[in-house]
């Protein structure tokens, strides 16, 4: 069993920063998969940013590329979130996931995410 905890969300004005955190603890860290989502409200989660065990690869979509970077610590058991230049449409729940065993292309759908954290509110004011 793996347990994800999220920190660092809050309210930062349009153009800001925040960093996410995700504390894993439970099992070993090593060779999982880490990913983010968000979800708005009335909408469906959707992915943000997923990184490999080894931190050498990442995936983002398209809607958070070049603006969003996703990087861990293996040695903390933390994965982060850095986001830049946030819009109000960025405002959402955000969810770190954590994939066991998927060899590959970096997972991008929620069902092949193995566990999950509580979320952490990002709310981005105009």
């Known amino acids: 069993q793996v347990q994800l905890v999220e920190s660092g969300g809050g309210l930062v004005q349009a153009g800001g920063s925040l960093r996410l955190s995700c504390a894993a603890s439970?099992?070993?860290?090593?060779?999982?998969?880490m990913g983010w989502f968000r979800q708005a409200p009335g909408k469906e989660r959707e992915f943000a940013a997923a990184v490999r065990w080894s931190g050498g690869s990442t995936y983002y979509a398209d809607s958070v590329k070049g603006r969003f970077t996703i990087s861990r610590d293996n040695a903390k058991n933390t994965v982060y979130l850095q986001m830049n230049s946030l819009k109000p449409e960025d405002t959402a729940v955000y969810y770190c996931a954590a994939a066991i065993g998927r060899p590959g292309v970096l997972p991008s759908g929620r069902s092949e995410y193995d566990y999950w954290g509580q979320g952490t509110q990002v709310t981005v004011s105009s």
């Open positions: 439970g099992r070993t860290f090593r060779g999982y998969t």
